[in-house]
Nanobody, 119 residues
Framework: QVQLVESGGGLVQAGGSLFLSCQAS????????MCWYRQAPGKQRELVAL???????NYADSVKGRFTVARDGAKNTMILQMNSLTPEDTAVYYC?????????????WGNGTLVTVSS
């Protein structure tokens, strides 16, 4: 059973920073890719940042230059450093991991952590 647990959300003022962490029940390097998604009220879930098993990263245009995704193999965690936050970043942030099994890719999700940015 693969488990992903997010932490680090909270309330921050615009211009501030937050550090999100996703604790995995297995090595983060065992996932083909790990991602951060977010879902704002009334909006669809969107991809925020991605890191592949090889360490390549990709970001949504809206967060480029402000957010950084990384993995800590020793702690089985994936992190998201968020700087220069704006109210538009307010959302529930979800950790996602993709395992490529013989039967096909399987997505695993955490329960999310709420980030609220006040103006």
């Amino acid at each position: 059973q693969v488990q992903l647990v997010e932490s680090g959300g909270g309330l921050v003022q615009a211009g501030g920073s937050l550090f999100l962490s996703c604790q995995a029940s297995r090595s983060t390097f065992s996932f083909n890719a790990m991602c951060w998604y977010r879902q704002a009220p009334g909006k669809q879930r969107e991809l925020v940042a991605l890191i592949t098993s090889g360490g390549s990263t990709n970001y949504a245009d809206s967060v480029k230059g402000r957010f950084t995704v990384a993995r800590d193999g020793a702690k089985n965690t994936m992190i998201l450093q968020m700087n220069s936050l704006t109210p538009e970043d307010t959302a529930v942030y979800y950790c996602n991991g993709v395992l490529r099994l013989p039967t096909g890719p399987v997505d695993y999700w955490g329960n999310g952590t709420l980030v609220t940015v006040s103006s």
